[in-house]
């Protein structure tokens, strides 16, 4: 046979990028443990701003939860190996054949580097919600704006008055 013809059956050549599905909040591990194997990888993360326990903070998420891009070079790289790294769980599938990602995506994420974002059940101004105050019980108000990483101005309606009420974030929830 001559060499176009072995040419037509052989897999891809050089550097390609692939995603990875990964084991739940693994995926920083998963890339340093690529990363110990020569391999480039990343995720995209986000800044999301929520309530926990109480209190307003913006932690880092992965943008994908459960992704990671990996760049393995076909001579290189042990596919195998790659499967059974700490962290992966293997590789996403498009058919038969690994979901390939191109190097355009990739530059968007890489240059986007975090996104920052809310989280949906964070209330914004204007947003009806309910309080769950002791003195309040299940009256309804309108979000304000937080004052402070714990609590956040209300406005209900007291006497035919709208008021401002100040109270803990703990203290209401959004309603849908």
Known sequence: MSDTSSSLFSGPQGKVWYLLYCKAKE?????????????????????????LRGKRQTVEEALFPN??????D????????????????GFVKQGKDYQKVS?????VFVQCDTVDK?????PTKGDNVMLQHPQYQN??????????????ILLIHLLNKPVELVVDNSQ?????
């Open 27 to 51: 995926e920083g591990r998963a890339v340093m443990h690529l990363a110990n194997q020569g391999i480039d990888a990343f995720y995209p993360k986000a800044n999301i701003t929520k309530v």
């Open 67 to 72: 992704y990671v891009f990996a760049q393995l």
């Open 74 to 89: 076909h001579d290189v790289h042990n596919f195998t190996s790659v499967r059974s790294t700490r962290g992966v769980i």
């Open 103 to 107: 190097q355009a995506l990739i530059d």
């Open 118 to 122: 809310l989280d949906s059940a964070l």
């Open 139 to 152: 009256i309804p108000a309108i979000y304000q704006e937080p004052k402070g990483e714990n609590r956040a």
């Open 172 to 176: 209401f929830t959004k309603k849908d």
